[in-house]
């Protein structure tokens, strides 16, 4: 199970523009097995485990969600350990939770013994992804059930996958943390109250960077789609969302000569994206040099990704 950044119309999402997802090149498991006592989850990665049947303060969402995914699938047997093995940065904007969620899902309804329609793994992953995010749009834990690029609308859901005329190779990297998509969803959506009609004209225009972004995306035009995320960052800064540290993340990548660079997910923190031309090693290399931890995702087109979107969508229609 693969983490997610958001390529393009993060926040515009939840107001019902669409929005471009894409899997990364960091992964999560859950392995569900038997034991004397249990329920447990535990997660050395993060370095905590939670257990139902005492109070955690400081793991409460941890053991809601673990209580939830347990109740959603009445047959699995409680005594177990889910053990959660991850390389995915949390509260980076980078899908940890939303990997979670999924391959718990998966996991103990695989334990259970129950073979789960692809909608109603992304429902169960959607009820418990509440528990990390409030009001999510449902972006993340589509792209990480998924697997591949997608175009998202909160109405409809994963509506399509993403042409890729040619390879893409994106270096993604974190500033700090984003401090929780839930509050920094809320604290924009308090600045709109202020400014609706301006917000509502950068929601609009963030809706045509998708689209033009797609048509990019499609014809291989590397440049064009360097250009648009700079252009949506732009507006990302005019929405409130960026931040200092990520501001000298994206100028580091841009000097290096990344063709376009972006923050992704929730901002004031966490995770962004620089686009590369063929040879990420200069971006990569500029980067580690102030201070960050870098890494690569490659979008290489291979045509499933609509077809995977049908099957859900034809299981959604039974
Ligand atoms: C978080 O990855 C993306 C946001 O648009 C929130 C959401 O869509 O739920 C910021």
Redo the contacts with the bound molecule.
């Keep these: 199970m693969t983490g997610k950044a ?1 390529l393009f119309g ?2 515009a ?2 107001y019902g523009v669409p ?1 471009i997802a894409i899997p990364i090149d960091r992964h999560l498991s859950v392995e569900v097995i038997g034991s004397g006592h249990g329920p447990e989850l535990a997660a050395d990665c993060w370095k905590v485990a939670v257990r139902l049947d005492v109070e955690q303060p400081d793991a409460r969402a941890l053991q809601q969600a673990f209580g939830l995914a347990l109740d959603l699938t009445p047959r699995c047997p409680h005594r177990i350990i889910a053990r959660v093995d991850s390389e995915i940065p949390r509260s980076a ?1 980078l899908g940890s939770s939303a990997a979670l969620s999924v391959a718990l899902v998966r996991a103990l309804a695989g334990y259970a013994g129950e073979s789960l329609a692809p909608d109603e793994e992304l429902s169960r992953a959607a009820e418990i992804e509440k528990i990390f ?1 409030a009001n ?2 449902g ?2 834990h589509s792209v990480v059930a998924i697997g591949r690029p997608i175009v998202f609308r909160k109405q409809g859901g994963a509506e399509a996958g993403v042409d890729l005329g040619r390879i893409f190779k994106l270096v993604i990297a974190t500033a700090g943390s984003h401090g929780g ?1 839930a509050a ?2 809320q604290a924009l959506a308090r600045r709109r109250q202020s400014m609706a009609e301006l917000y509502q004209n950068a929601f609009a225009a963030i809706g045509q960077v998708v689209e033009r972004a797609l048509l990019a995306l499609k014809k291989g035009d590397a440049a064009e789609v360097g250009a648009l995320m700079d252009f949506n960052q732009g507006l990302l800064n005019a929405l409130g969302v960026s931040s200092p540290e990520l501001e000298r993340g994206l100028g580091v990548a841009r000097e290096a000569g990344a063709l376009g660079a972006k923050l992704s ?2 901002g004031g923190g966490g995770a962004f994206l620089a686009l590369c031309d063929d040879d990420p090693q200069p971006v990569l290399r500029a980067l580690r040099g102030a201070g960050f931890e870098p890494f690569v995702t490659t979008l290489a087109p291979d045509g499933q990704g609509k077809a995977l979107i049908e099957e859900i969508g034809q299981a959604a229609r039974r």
């Design positions: 958001i993060e926040h999402v939840v929005a904007g995010h999510p749009s972006i993340d998509t920094r969803v997910g929730a």
